[in-house]
């Protein structure tokens, strides 16, 4: 019984806070997703985002590292995140549903972000990350930066060269997906979407050798040793590159739906003058 | 009689070894196929021929011929047919030690690292197997060792790719424990070949011995068998096949059971004939299951390890219950 009271007036305290900072902008936010941590970094007033996750730090995957160093990381666990009090929590998409409900019952707002699979994706999800930190203007002027730079950078080709997307286990991206259109926007084709993929899946290197890409672009390999990733450097994929296709690498900046992939599509661009 | 089985089987791994260069979901057609193979004529042909499919189909005569003669030997000398690399954690040991030498960096460190690691993983596997379960050691002995090896060894490996730093790795643990060939190299086959086919040499030459300890073991020495010898031939012929082969593709269960139990009642329980028969039967196993998991799931990786056991461990159980029907466990 006891225990019982005490957990009411617990979720009883816990709702007059949580409605007394729901008032404004939300003053103590932790984003727990590397992509929602570049989104927030970007937009968040001077001390308004309190920690981002552990992963913004490795340098293997993170754009923002500079600025991802100066901040308090968490490792997205529900205790952890809760101990930070925050006011809102970002996180992603496919951020693990236990974490997100438990959170959510503590009475803590939890908003899970969408995948980002599209180019013109973008400015809506900086927009949803400025409206929810009540940095509408910073966010504005964000958009109208990528807008501008994206159109800068679009090229359309009468025979575009044809690229292969290539990370560990086979796997690659074809049509509706961010690292698609990436690709088309600097001006190549995707051999994933000629053999009717849609979305991320495998391609067998059988059949992406069938299909001599001009370029293949493959998944940066990580620390520590995997099996995973011995494609990558498998005897036939070489052979395809010394004799046939270029060969670029797709690194942190085609993960996330950020203004980042500006920099993916420029290097990739820069890539036709050489070939 | 033993002649004519030796020679079907060899028919059997060629047309099969035909076959596993035919299938593949480049759809190639045969023609071509074999035309790139050999002429090198069409640049994509030619490296998915020569890169991807050759390699392949050698792996899993390589393999598949290792695990069955594995387990024909060690069945020789327990004289127990449920002796089997797979199943007392011969295997699962050379898995450890083969993930062992890939996430310390020792494999990418000195090219004979990973065989030689895996290899060590399979002696120590042995030698506690034999230790426990000798000649004299019964059937319940051995199938209880052999439990708590690979138990032990398969804890360790998910152990140390759990703590890899690579993101991939925890995910390869079904691979360490069922087998693939997907994917492999000629790197790969240059780095098995040699111990698989030392261990083959030295293991196939015992075949009279392992004729004599029919008789049983007073008998073997009177015929001139040195049992410490053959043991110390024995551990290291097994573990140098075991290893090599788990190293490059895994752990691959009951090809050593399933092969020799078919071919034994063939060959009269003559070990000498039933040595070369089970590496040729295992070579004829693997090669099935590997275009069998091409041709179920073409755009998946099955584990080859899946379809051996499907057909091994009713296997297994029809074995135990025999056994002990016999009064012997």
Known sequence: MALRRASSSLAAALAIWAGAVGAGPPERVVSINLCTDQLAMMLAAPGQLVSISR???????????????????NSGQGEEVFRLQPDLVLAGQFTSSYTVGLLRRLGVEVVQLPIVSS??????????????????VQAEAVIADFTADLAGLQQ??????????????????????????ILTAAGFANIAA???????????MERLIMLMPDLVISGQPYPGASRSEEVLRHPAMRGLR?????????????????????????????????? | MGRGLVAGLLALVAGLFAASLLVGPAGLAPVQALSALIWGDALAETLVMREIRLPRAILAVLVGAALGLAGAAMQGYLRNPLAEPGLIGVSGSAALGAVLALQTGLAAAHVLALPFAALSGAVLAVLIILALAGPRGGSITLILAGIAVSAL???????????????????????????????RSMTHVWLAAPFIGLGA????????????????????????????????????????????????AGAIGFVGLVV????????????????????????????????AVRVILPTRDLKLGVLTAIVGAPLFLHLIYKTRAQGQL
Not at chain 1, 55 to 65: A, C, E, K, R, T
Request: glycine fraction near 10%; include cysteine; charge should be negative.
């Open chain 1, 242 to 275: 010394d004799r046939h296709a270029g060969h670029a690498l797709a690194d942190a900046e085609w993960v996330c739906g950020t203004p980042a992939v500006l920099r993916a599509i420029a290097r990739l661009a820069d890539l036709h003058e050489g070939g």
């Open chain 1, 55 to 73: 992963i913004s730090q490795d340098p293997n995957v993170s754009v923002m590292l500079e600025q991802a160093l100066g901040y308090p990381i």
């Open chain 2, 260 to 291: 020799p139990h078919i071919l034994r009642p063939l060959v009269g329980a003559r070990p000498s004939v039933l040595l070369p028969a089970s590496a040729l039967g295992g070579a004829v196993l693997v090669l099935m299951a590997d275009i």
């Open chain 2, 153 to 183: 060894a398969g804890a360790l490996t998910s152990l140390v790719l759990n703590l890899s730093p690579n993101p991939f790795a925890a995910s390869e643990i079904v691979f360490w424990m069922m087998g693939s060939l997907q994917d």
């Open chain 1, 156 to 181: 359309a080709r009468d025979t575009p060269p044809r690229a292969a997307l290539h990370y560990a286990n086979n796997y690659t991206s074809g049509e509706n997906s961010l690292a698609h259109e």
């Open chain 1, 194 to 204: 000629e053999a009717g993929l849609s979305g991320g899946g495998t391609l067998a």
């Open chain 1, 119 to 136: 180019l013109d994706a973008i400015p809506d999800a900086i927009r949803e990350v400025g409206h929810l930190l009540g940095q509408h």
């Open chain 2, 201 to 248: 040499v030295v293991l196939l030459a015992q075949g009279r011995k392992f004729d004599a300890l029919t008789l049983g073991e007073d008998a073997a020495v009177s015929m001139g068998v040195h049992l410490g010898r053959l043991r110390l031939t024995l551990v290291l012929g097994v573990a140098s096949m075991v290893g090599a082969a788990t190293a490059v």
